[in-house]
């Protein structure tokens, strides 16, 4: 047999459905914080994947979990045990004082397991989400996403859905009814455009909750597995979700997504109700499994202080108005364009994101060192100048 080896096509020819606005740009090879074009040109990644790549591309621990779990076991599907997922829930359990997991592949996934263990568990329908939220694509997801732009050429989506308006309690309290199964928030929010919940304001949803017998759901996608400084971002406010929802960084890299509920939450799910074909895939669960084994109190202290140097670092600089955010999940606020910026990033070497219309994303690898974010903040003043 003849193996014809495809040429890849130009990216304005692309086979790809044109869902992403994608920048020209592709990548070969990843280390640490540097990617590689095929041309060899090395960027500094201050993105990683959209925070998921916390321990840098191709981090020793994953890398060898992940290929050790390859030369073993593959698949075998939920019909059976595999030992990464329980030796992953374990280790989810015990960072969280106590928690059952399921596993899927994405956070879009994670999200429409809370949503279905919420209605489970209370048998309301009601959602209440926040404005400016992002949750995910799927149609669940999506429907609880207060994000009408994102929503709007999809309608009419899920039913009893209600958004209040972030830090804003008589909002949320006005949004709270007795049919009201689900509170749910990201502890920052993180596609919205980078914006830090109070802590009065979660432990406010988490009175109401209480009081009408919803269950309170934190989605903690983006801000889990360490990237605020802590495990998870709502260590950092004192207060416990029933359940919770991780992915990006999970796995660092591999495709991941956890829906985690708290032992002393409301029963919900059982045999029958939910499921995932590729959910705990034995090689993601082991790689994840190291990730969690590196993300020690002493790790986690670099963040914070990492983060911190890095927010120093941006205020300082012209035209960004506020900096936000915790730990390597920053935000800056921009008096201009930044799609803008992040093209004259790129091709200065540095990789940024975009948050909301007018934030700057900057979600490093976790593993970044202090010379690397003084690298960065100096082709940032660059092209801000
Ligand atoms: N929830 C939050 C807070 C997110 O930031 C994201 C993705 O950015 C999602 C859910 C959706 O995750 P995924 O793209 O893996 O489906």
Not at 68 to 86: G, I, K
Not at 236 to 247: C, E, F, N, Q, Y
Not at 295 to 324: M, S, Y
Not at 338 to 367: E, F, M, N, S
Request: with cysteine.
């Amino acid at each position: 047999m003849t193996v014809t080896r495809l040429r890849l096509a130009p990216v304005t020819h692309s086979p790809v459905l044109p869902v992403y606005a994608r920048q020209d740009l592709t990548f070969v090879r990843g280390e640490g914080t540097t990617l590689y074009d095929a041309r060899g040109r090395a960027y500094l990644d201050f993105l990683a994947g959209i925070a998921v790549v916390g321990l840098g591309h191709c981090h020793p621990a994953p890398l060898a979990a992940a290929h050790a779990q390859l030369d073993r076991l593959w698949h075998t599907s939920n019909l059976y045990w595999t030992e990464p997922m329980v030796e992953l829930a374990q280790r989810l359990s015990l960072r969280a004082g106590g928690a059952r997991a399921f596993f899927c592949n994405s956070g879009a996934e994670a999200v429409e397991a809370g949503l279905k263990y919420a209605r489970k568990a209370t048998g309301k329908p009601g959602v209440v989400a926040l404005s400016g939220s992002f949750h995910g694509r799927t149609t669940g997801a999506l429907s609880v996403t207060g994000q009408p732009g994102k929503r709007e050429a999809f309608e009419p989506m899920l039913p009893h859905v209600l958004f209040a308006e972030p830090n804003d309690l008589p909002s949320l309290e006005a949004a709270i009814s007795a049919e009201t199964g689900c509170i749910l928030l990201e502890p920052i929010q993180g596609e919205g455009g980078v914006h830090v919940l109070d802590a009065a304001f979660v432990a406010a949803a988490r009175r109401l909750a209480d009081e009408t017998g919803a269950v309170l759901l934190f989605d903690e996608v983006q801000t889990g597995v360490g990237r605020t400084g802590a495990f998870f971002a709502h260590e950092h406010v004192g207060v416990r979700p029933d359940a919770l929802m991780l992915a990006k960084g999970l796995a660092n890299g591999l495709p991941i997504g956890c829906l985690l509920v708290f032992d002393d939450a409301p029963e919900g799910l059982v045999a029958g109700d939910h499921a995932s074909t590729f959910g705990g895939n034995p090689v993601a669960c082991a790689a994840a499994s190291a990730v969690c084994d590196e993300l020690t109190d002493e790790f986690l202290a670099t963040v914070t202080t990492n983060g911190l140097v890095l927010a120093e670092g941006l205020a300082a600089l012209p035209g960004i108005r506020e900096v936000r955010g915790a730990g390597l999940m920053l935000g800056a606020e921009l008096d201009r364009q930044p799609a803008d910026v992040v093209d004259a990033c790129a091709q200065r070497g540095l990789l940024v994101g975009t948050a909301g219309a007018d934030v700057l994303r900057l979600t490093p690898p976790l593993i970044v060192t202090t010379a690397e974010i003084e690298q960065a903040v100096v082709v940032l003043e660059e092209v801000l100048a």
